[in-house]
Structure formats: structure tokens, C-alpha cells
């Protein structure tokens, strides 16, 4: 059969059929070109790119695979880079995590055997745990950098690995681009030192996730509220992932003494059995725990994604059914809890600041202002978050931040978005509604009636392939050398390209610097109070439109009639914009 697989394909899996290649490799791959050319061709027609966050794809045998060699050939990268960045330690050191998928806790073990052979101590966590532990054992430990294997909520075949900086937080530039450089640089698994130094691994226990809950518990806003309120009923599924232990254990430590957690979805698995998609944006992960909620008429639904690092919320609605909340409205319950106690407890001293990335509700940003807190608009990626918090440390106090995708944080001695703190802080928003006799989706409308009614909607719009790529890319320069003037009736007021890092207001014709990295992402900014961002995916073959609409709720009871409205709204929107 290796007529039908192209010669250069054929020569570089030929490689793999040598030492230093494993038995087990060796006959896969030989198993691959008798049998199956396709498979063949997926596994090696390119290698597996280290991206700027680290490296995402299908496990199996070849360049353009998760497997030993991939992830061993990106830890030296890595390695060669932190002993370059950190010349004057004799013994720089690094933390690392994995995840509840398959093969993780063995590409852990290989990316600490790795490190530790290029002289590197090693913090390694003995059994899975969540991405947002992994940062904070960084800064705990004082490390230079970090790693979780984890692939996040993506299906059961992938794995990925992702790296961290000296603060806690993603790699960004310069550090994401010169990462790439050096993993660019091994050659093959011949460059790799394979020899670890059992000496410099140590192994983090039990007693590490005491001193990460302890953080979390000085956290809470209202301990003699959550007295009062510590039979609230929480149903909690880690759908089969990371936080099994450490979310429950993190409620029972503020007080929370009624939470069950759904049992089929408690057994840590990576092929995730009992979900189609491991991610708590999507209704279908949550309908497990929703029926135990309902089973036994609990208040609060929460899920986490495998890492714990994003968490999605159910909530009752007026009618006593359970509705699921987008991320969008999570973090404005979130950060309206927060703004509020910070204010009533007299904490705020006009020092502080919140955060949000550019395409998550202008919401967040009317709230901050009430309370006359600073605020900060990013790029998409929470790594830009961190960087914020890192660039403000021992000069402004951060309260909290967050982003559409269902990712938050509060406090700063964790410098990725925090599932584990994020349902702590969920939790005692919605206990602190239930002490004013309301649910959180009460709560959600009162916030409406005081900021106005902000309603958002995303659409992802798929083009494969070649053609695919350049349609998006001929959408992108129609809206940005195009623009409409007026979309569903509102005119035009301003337009924010982050390509070109220019604000240009279309009422006085003025212009202003846009303070951020280059992004291909465009944003219009509408006269009745509408924000439609635009940007194609970095990582799939699509383009993302973010859909933001504004109305007025005068009173709850009108909430249904207003939100029609606003969905009404987005339709207009979507027609004018011809998507």
C-alpha cells in the first residue's frame, strides 16, 4: 500500500521506525503504512506547531500527533529557553499539572523527567488537578515557568500542553514567540535530554491543595451571611474532570454544607462517558446535574470543563424551572456582588480596578463606573488578564474580571481563570440573594432594571478549507474598508479596528490610539447602545460575530417582553450585516 502515500510523508514516517523510537512506536507506525495511507498521511504530513499558548491536538504516533517524542521535543524547547531567560539561577524550576484525560498524567511525567534532565527542579502534582492550581503553585513556589497537560473541553482524542511565565500567567510576547523559536530548534528526539534527576522532582500533595483552599476562603466577602445560609442546596458536577475534590472541598471550607455532587460524572475519566462534549457552555453537559436539581429542588447548578478552568451556572427562573446563564451573565452577577459588598464593607478606596476582554458585555464596564471603579478592556485570552494584573501589582488592587467564555477570577494569587474560586464566589452571590429572599435570576433583573437590560449572542460561522479561509478573509477587509453606516436602524457612532490599533469616531471624524496588541478584530459601536465585534477564530476555520444589544427594563416584570425585544434586535442586526 505505500504506492498511495506521498514520498515525503512515506520518508519521514520511515523515520520513526529507528531507534531512538520505542518498540510500541515503531510497529504503530509500520501498522499505519501497511494498513491505513489516510491515517498515515494525518499523523505526519506536518508537525504539530507549538502555538503561542502551547501545543493542542489528536494523541497517537507522528510529528503531527500528541505523544511521547511531540511533548518531550516541545519540553526541551522549553527548557533551552527558561536556562537562556534565567542564566544567573544555577537551578531554575517549574510547577506541573495535568488533567483528567488520558495519557495526561503520562505526558506529565515525561515533561518532568525532560526538565528535571536539563537541570530543572520540578514541583510535580501527584495526581490531576485544576489548571488555575498549576498557576498559583508557580507563584507559590516562586517558579520560572510552568506546564498542565490539558486540552481542555476539546473531545476525548486530544491532549495538549500548555505553558506558563514566572507570574502565574500565560505566555505572552515576547516570551509566547521566542518559546516557538527554541522548540523550532529540536531537530528530533536526538536533541532531547532524556536522563531525569529523580532528585529534582518533588512531588505536591494533599498539603499543597490546603494552602490553595485557605487562599480561596480568605476570599469571602460574607462568612456571617453564609452562616446563615449554609444549608443553600448546590448540585455540582465536575463532568468527570479536575475539580472532583478540590470544588467541594473549597464550598465546605467558606461554610456551604449542602452540596452534592452528581456521582456518574464524580468518576474521573477521560473519555468523558456521560457527555458528548465536556464543556459547560453547552446545555447538554449540564443536564445531568440539572435532573438531580430538580430531583431534589436544589437552588444552584454548577459545572466545571476537565482542567477547571471555566464554569458554567444554572439558576431557577420565576417559574421555578431551571435555565442555564451564559457567561456573559455569570460574571455580571459575579462582579455586581463584589462592587456591592467591596462598597457596603467600605473596602473600595478608589485604588482598584476590574477587568474584562473587549468582546465580553459593556455591562461589567456601566457597573465598575457606578462605583466608581477603574476598569480594563483587553484582547480576547485570559493571558492578557494576568498580564494586566501583573503590570498593576503593589500599585492598584484588582477585585475581579472575566470574559463571555465562562472563565473568571477574583484576587490575584491566581493568574488564569479559576473554576474552583469562580464557584466559591458564584455560590456566595447566590446565597447573598437568598438572604435578601431573592433567586439569582431575580437578582440578574434588579441588575437590568439599575444598568439597563444588556443582552448578547454569538455566532460562529464556519468556511473550510482554502476557499473557506479566504471568504473570511474577504468579510473582514469588506467590514473594515466598508463599514455600514447604520446597522438594524442605529446609526454608526464608532468603530475600533485592532488591526490597525485606531479608534475612529464617526460623529466629530477624530481618531484615537488603540493601547493594545495588533488583533484582527473589528468593533461598531451603534447610537442605541449595540457593540458587534467581528474576528476570525486563531485556531478553527471560522469567523466569530459578538452580538451586544442595550434596551431599558423599567420594572422585572416586564423582562420577557424587553428580552423578545432585544432578541428581535439581534435578528435586525444580523439581516443588516448579511449573516
Known amino acids: 500500500m505505500t504506492q498511495q502515500i506521498d514520498a515525503e510523508i512515506l520518508k519521514k514516517a520511515q523515520q520513526w521506525l529507528v531507534a531512538p523510537y520505542d518498540e510500541e512506536t515503531t510497529a504503530r507506525v509500520k501498522e499505519l503504512i501497511d494498513n491505513d495511507p489516510q491515517e498515515l498521511t494525518e499523523s505526519f504530513y506536518r508537525n504539530l506547531e507549538f502555538g503561542t499558548g502551547g501545543l493542542r491536538g489528536i494523541m497517537g504516533v507522528g510529528t503531527n500527533r500528541m505523544n511521547k517524542y511531540t511533548v518531550a521535543m516541545a519540553t526541551q524547547g522549553l527548557a533551552n529557553y527558561i536556562r537562556k531567560m534565567f542564566s544567573d539561577i544555577d537551578t531554575p524550576s517549574m510547577a506541573i499539572a495535568h488533567d483528567c484525560r488520558n495519557n495526561s498524567a503520562y505526558f506529565a511525567k515525561i515533561t518532568a523527567e525532560v526538565m528535571s534532565a536539563n537541570g530543572i527542579k520540578v514541583y510535580l502534582f501527584e495526581s490531576l488537578r485544576p489548571t488555575p492550581e498549576l498557576s498559583f503553585a508557580v507563584r507559590y513556589h516562586n517558579c520560572q515557568a510552568g506546564v498542565v497537560i490539558t486540552a481542555s473541553h476539546n473531545p476525548k482524542e486530544y491532549n495538549g500542553y500548555k505553558a506558563y511565565w514566572d507570574d502565574g500567567g500565560q505566555l505572552i510576547a515576547p516570551h509566547d514567540k521566542n518559546v516557538i523559536a527554541e522548540v523550532e530548534k529540536i531537530a528530533g528526539p536526538a536533541d532531547v535530554h532524556f536522563n531525569a534527576r529523580p532528585e529534582l ?228 452571590t447566590a446565597a447573598w440573594a437568598a438572604d435578601q429572599g431573592k433567586t439569582m435570576f431575580e437578582l440578574l433583573k434588579d441588575i437590568y432594571v439599575e444598568f439597563g437590560f444588556y443582552k448578547e449572542k454569538l455566532l460562529s460561522v464556519t468556511k473550510k478549507g482554502m476557499a473557506g479561509a479566504k471568504e473570511i478573509k474577504d468579510m473582514m477587509e469588506r467590514f473594515r474598508n466598508n463599514p455600514p453606516m447604520e446597522i438594524a436602524g442605529s446609526k454608526l457612532m464608532m468603530i475600533k479596528d485592532y488591526e490597525q490599533r485606531l479608534q475612529r469616531n464617526l460623529v466629530d471624524g477624530t481618531t484615537h490610539p488603540i493601547d493594545l496588541p495588533k488583533s484582527d478584530v473589528l468593533q461598531f459601536f451603534t447610537e442605541d447602545g449595540s457593540k458587534i465585534s467581528v474576528r476570525p477564530s486563531g485556531t478553527e476555520p471560522k469567523i466569530k460575530f459578538y452580538f451586544g444589544v442595550k434596551g431599558k427594563l423599567l420594572r422585572s416584570e416586564d423582562y420577557h417582553k424587553v428580552d423578545a425585544e432585544l432578541e428581535e434586535t439581534i435578528g435586525q442586526v444580523m439581516k443588516s450585516l448579511n449573516i
Open 201 to 428: 522532582i518533588q512531588y505536591l500533595g494533599d498539603e499543597f491543595d490546603v494552602v490553595y483552599v485557605e487562599r480561596i476562603k480568605a476570599l469571602s466577602l460574607s462568612p456571617e451571611m453564609i452562616k446563615r445560609q449554609k444549608n443553600f442546596k448546590i448540585v455540582f458536577t465536575p463532568i468527570h474532570g479536575s475539580t472532583v475534590k478540590l470544588v467541594p472541598m473549597a464550598l465546605k471550607a467558606v461554610g456551604f454544607e449542602s452540596v452534592t455532587i452528581v456521582a456518574e460524572q464524580a468518576v474521573v475519566d477521560g473519555n468523558f462517558p456521560t457527555v458528548h462534549s465536556p464543556n459547560p457552555e453547552e446545555p447538554a453537559a449540564l443536564s445531568m446535574a440539572i435532573e438531580k436539581a430538580k430531583a431534589m429542588d436544589a437552588d444552584l447548578v454548577m459545572a466545571t470543563d476537565p482542567d477547571g478552568d471555566r464554569v458554567g451556572i444554572a439558576v431557577k427562573n420565576d417559574e421555578g424551572e431551571f435555565i442555564l446563564l451564559n457567561g456573559n451573565q455569570a460574571a455580571s452577577l459575579l462582579l455586581y456582588y463584589l462592587l456591592s459588598n467591596w462598597s457596603s464593607k467600605g473596602k473600595l478606596t478608589g485604588n482598584e480596578y476590574i477587568v474584562k476582554t473587549i468582546v465580553t458585555s459593556e455591562l461589567l464596564f456601566n457597573m465598575a463606573d457606578k462605583f466608581g471603579v477603574e476598569r480594563f478592556d483587553v484582547l480576547t485570552g485570559f493571558k492578557y488578564i494576568a498580564d494586566i494584573i501583573k503590570t498593576y501589582e503593589g500599585k492598584k488592587t484588582f477585585i475581579g474580571g472575566g470574559e463571555e467564555s465562562y472563565g473568571y477570577l477574583v484576587g490575584d494569587f491566581v493568574r488564569d481563570k479559576d473554576a474552583v474560586i469562580s464557584c466559591v464566589m458564584l455560590a456566595e
